[in-house]
C-alpha cells in the first residue's frame, strides 16, 4: 500500500467515524484525529512537492550538462579543424621553402659566351 492509498483510507474512516460519534468527548478525540491526519497530509503532500521540485532540477541541470557538452564538442571540432588548417599551410610553406619558385627551370648555357 502506497503512502496516498494509506492517506486516502485513513481519510475515509474518519468520515465513518464521525458518522458513527454519540458524544461531545469523542467528537472531540476524532476532531483530534482529524486535524493530526490532515497535518500528516499537508506533510506528505509538501514532501511530494519537494521531490517533484528536486527531480525538475535535477532534470534542468542534466539539460545544461548536455548542452555545455555539445558545446564543447563543437569547440573541439572547431579546434581541430584551425589545427588542421594551420598544419597545412605550413606544410605548404615548408614545400614552397625546399622548393622555391623557378628551381625546376632549366639553365641553358649559351655557348656563343
Known amino acids: 500500500m502506497t ?10 474512516l474518519m468520515v465513518q467515524l464521525i458518522e458513527r460519534v454519540k458524544d461531545r468527548k469523542t467528537a472531540g478525540l476524532v476532531q483530534q484525529i482529524q486535524s ?24 534542468d541541470a542534466n539539460r545544461k550538462i548536455a548542452d555545455m ?24 610553406e615548408i614545400m614552397r621553402f625546399k622548393n622555391p619558385p623557378g628551381s625546376d627551370m632549366c639553365f641553358v648555357l649559351n655557348s656563343n659566351v
Open 69 to 92: 557538452e555539445d558545446k564543447q564538442t563543437k569547440a573541439i571540432a572547431a579546434l581541430n579543424e584551425e589545427h588542421r588548417k594551420a598544419i597545412a599551410e605550413r606544410d605548404a
Open 36 to 59: 493530526l491526519n490532515q497535518a500528516i497530509q499537508s506533510g506528505y503532500f509538501a514532501a511530494e512537492q519537494k521531490a517533484l521540485d528536486r527531480q525538475q532540477q535535477l532534470f
Open 3 to 12: 503512502t496516498q492509498e494509506a492517506l486516502t483510507q485513513v481519510s475515509a
